[in-house]
């Protein structure tokens, strides 16, 4: 089986962000930047599953500058094989991300692609689902668990209304959830087999086009402090007073 896990570079999510004085974007000058926590939840599955098969090819892609290097790097230490950095300067959105992944799917055949549900920074929760269009794939979104049986994959997914069970035949597109497992702490050892391992770089094969912008990007408002009341019936008033009631 071959396993291709799309991530993508973000913010640490337990950073504090802000943003930058003319509302342009985000000031990154004192920021870490890591793998979005849920494309890591999708590799270390990916990693699992070639602990059970070493057969299985793992290979690890992101789109973004030489910056994304690191990220790559630390996806290879974490298990997987081999690693293309699609390289563009240019903000790109869900529609062009998964444009470009459909030609490189079509170019490295994989039986599975395996990402996380969405990116903690846009939380846009897209590039799956559009790729999964692109391809006329079957998808399970929301994964969280996942099995083999047959040629096929059978998918755990939480939704509103509870857990739901899907089967589906191989190639297939796959979005983790938060509960599908934890990813490892990546030791010594695999830091420095990391460094030999390939990692290829190339020029986008489409050309990406913004359909969305940001217009401005602003801290949300102070949040009010509280108080204590002495009574329910103090709260009650309280609530009708804010016309919460």
């Given amino acids: 089986m071959r396993i291709l896990c799309p991530l993508k570079r973000v913010i640490d ?5 802000r943003p930058l004085a003319d509302g342009s974007g985000i000031d990154t000058s004192t920021v870490k930047f ?3 926590p849920f494309d890591e939840i999708a590799l270390e599955e990916a990693a699992r599953i070639k602990e059970r098969d070493p057969a299985t ?19 290879l230490a974490m298990g997987a094989d ?4 699609v390289e563009c300067s240019d903000p790109i959105d869900p529609p062009s991300i998964a444009a470009e992944l459909a030609m490189l799917v079509r170019e490295l055949q994989p039986d599975l692609v395996l990402m996380g549900k969405q990116a903690t920074d846009d939380d846009s929760n897209q590039a799956g689902q559009m790729l999964a269009a692109l391809l006329d794939w079957p998808q399970a979104t929301f994964a969280s668990k996942i099995e083999f049986e ?13 857990e739901e069970t899907l089967e589906m035949v191989l190639p297939c597109v796959i979005t983790a959830d938060l509960r599908l497992n934890e ?25 990406p086009v913004a359909r969305t ?22 709260l009650v008033q309280a609530l009708r007073d804010r016309g919460a009631l």
Avoid at 13 to 17: D, F, G, M, R
Avoid at 82 to 85: I, M, N, Q
Avoid at 183 to 206: E, H, Q, S, V
């Fill in 57 to 75: 090819e793992v290979i690890a892609t992101t789109i973004g500058g030489s910056e994304c290097e690191e990220q790559l790097r630390k996806a």
């Fill in 13 to 17: 999510p337990y950073a504090k962000v």
């Fill in 183 to 207: 990813p490892r702490y990546i030791a010594l050892p695999g830091i420095i087999r990391a460094r030999t391992k390939p990692l290829d770089r190339r020029p986008m094969a489409t050309t």
């Fill in 150 to 162: 047959g040629g096929k994959a059978v998918v755990e997914r939480e939704t509103d209304a509870g």
């Fill in 34 to 36: 890591e793998i979005n």
């Fill in 82 to 85: 081999r690693a293309v950095l």
């Fill in 213 to 234: 912008r940001v217009t401005r990007i602003e801290a949300p408002p102070a949040r009010a402090a509280g108080r204590r009341v002495g009574s329910v019936d103090e």
